[in-house]
DNA sequence: ACAATAGTGTCTCTTAGACAATATCGA
DNA sequence: TCGATATTGTCTAAGAGACACTATTGT
């Protein structure tokens, strides 16, 4: 009987300059080495509690990163997709800002736009894919975008990346219902003067209860 | 280094007599012997072209149903799950009416409450906890509930269907404006007469591009 | 004072749900 | 004709989006 490849792959997602971004490194080994491609690894029974176990150790080991936020996308398996045989990858995928990305000073690690992907090995394409569709449609009902933001944030800011991924203008009265029914945020004393000559925002952050939980609407936007 | 155990599981799923049921079988070997559980199999690398394919082989092979409607749920993981060692489950459920169930005359294979399981081996009570939750859910804004219906039926006992998924009644004109804006039902020219001492009920089916996918809704019910 | 963006009040339009009227069967 | 359920029409109320007004900063 053949053996199968059993490994996670962690797609790390940021939106940095208007743009949702997803996280490549370099391989430093065969097959495809030194291609662009996912974190991923091979799952260490011996060591890993559970594949998710596994997916925080390979994010930690490959990047540096502890991702507040991490979810199984899905598994993906099959005969063709790795040279190796016939494998398995079970998949997680994450969301930071990006100056946690930058914070962790590892220049193996680039940020892609995830419209422009070219080249990717084994069936990485397909599954950044999945993790997009994924992220932009728990968008549409949920405070996932939350995690895209640093730990303070305008309500302007978070509007921006809502509409950047769900790719069309969002009302603002609306968008501030919304936000207000999910209920996660709170205000900081103290207001975002920096950027301008107008009226400066209300910092907010995330209430503790939500730092690794998402609240979900039954509704749309 | 350890091995992984590398299963499928199906979580079949009916409604029958009021009451989501999930289809168990009696284990044919250890561990857990003779007890009820979840149709599921190893990974055969050598026949299977992935994971998609084995659990529609272990569902033929083990209940021989082959569903219209299967989806990858999640994959569950860890040494603590199975007594042979660390081990990995990608799990698919499938939504199919009780006929089809009780026409294929397998007297092993039975369905019980969702409600009401006990004894379960593995983790599978979690796991049908998962499906379960998955199905409620996206039955909350698609189409999926008419895999639980017969190749014909009427409104009437879809809405029965929504009804008992969602647990609560649901108003029979928004109801019906949902299932035409689904657009997914061609009225069939026959009427049910058999019930009653009353008006007839049109009878509908599944148009024939909606047979394995689903319509889905941006907003609730 | 002016430009620019933040934050809020209000109106309208869409749409989900309530209610009810009509339709069609068996007894 | 009566009882029961199917089907359709219409009113109402909740909620989303449009619009516009006020607020607060830097220049």
Known sequence: MTDIIATVDVILLTLKEGCLRVALLKRDREPYANVLALPGGYIHPDGDADTEAAAERVLREKTGIVSPYLEQLATFSGR???????SLSIC???????ELIESVGRPDLSLHPVDTLRGLPFDHARIIAAAVDRVKNKSSYSSLPVYLCGDAFTL???QAVYEILLGEPI?????RRKIEEFDILEPIQGVLATGGAHRPAQLYRLKKQYRKCLSVSDRGL
């Open 171 to 175: 009302n603002k009265v609306s968008f």
């Open 156 to 158: 302007p800011q978070l």
């Open 92 to 98: 997680y995928y994450a969301l930071v800002p990006p």
């Open 80 to 86: 063709g997709r790795d040279p190796r045989g016939w």
